[in-house]
């Protein structure tokens, strides 16, 4: 498997992970493939990564986006969504998506990560339950961070708007 930067031509492959990756999925919203192409379309993507596959292509997919803490303009940022083909699953392939997300962005300077979802896969991947950073809407729990240096600011997160959008 490979893991590289999204290019233009992969937009369809990339629609169609997160389609099909978490529609049932209680972590996700039901449409995250329409969020990734309004984020493109803003240019508000630090970093798109796909795992590629060959023959199969792209089986994963993930998103970067800058974050606002207390409205403020931040070096934090937010990994999602992430997706994976669901035949795909459960074999490392989220895991190694965030794993190459956490090198692109401290290569970048950035602060920290944020994320929210289930818990269990975060922690795997070095993220852990802080309660100085909240999402306003989500239960605490499913409220994931990675401090990627030492300043771990305090408040509220704000997502890109688009995030917010009825889709």
């Known amino acids: 498997m490979r893991i590289r930067p999204e290019k233009k ?12 990756a978490f529609n049932d999925h209680p972590y996700t ?25 060959p ?16 409205k403020e303009k931040t070096n934090w940022f937010y990994l999602g969504p992430i997706g ?3 035949e795909e699953q459960r074999k490392g392939v989220g895991k190694q998506l ?3 997300a956490i090198r692109t962005m401290a290569a970048l300077g ?18 852990r339950n802080d309660s100085r950073l909240i999402f306003s809407k989500i239960q605490p729990e499913h409220s994931v961070l990675l401090p990627l240096s030492s300043n771990v600011p305090e408040g509220i997160i704000t997502l890109d708007p688009v995030f917010s959008r009825e889709l």
Do not use: C, M, W
């Open 98 to 100: 965030v794993k190459e």
């Open 55 to 70: 023959p199969l292509g792209i089986i994963g997919h993930l998103t970067i986006s800058p974050i606002r803490i207390n």
């Open 84 to 86: 994976v083909l669901p």
């Open 9 to 20: 031509y992969d937009a369809n492959a990339i629609r169609k992970v997160h389609y099909y």
């Open 29 to 53: 919203l039901k449409e995250d493939y329409k969020l990734i192409d309004l984020l493109r379309e803003k240019n508000a993507l630090v970093a798109s990564l796909v795992a590629e596959e």
């Open 110 to 127: 950035a602060e920290g990560l944020v994320s929210r979802g289930d818990p269990k896969f975060f922690t795997q991947v070095g993220f």
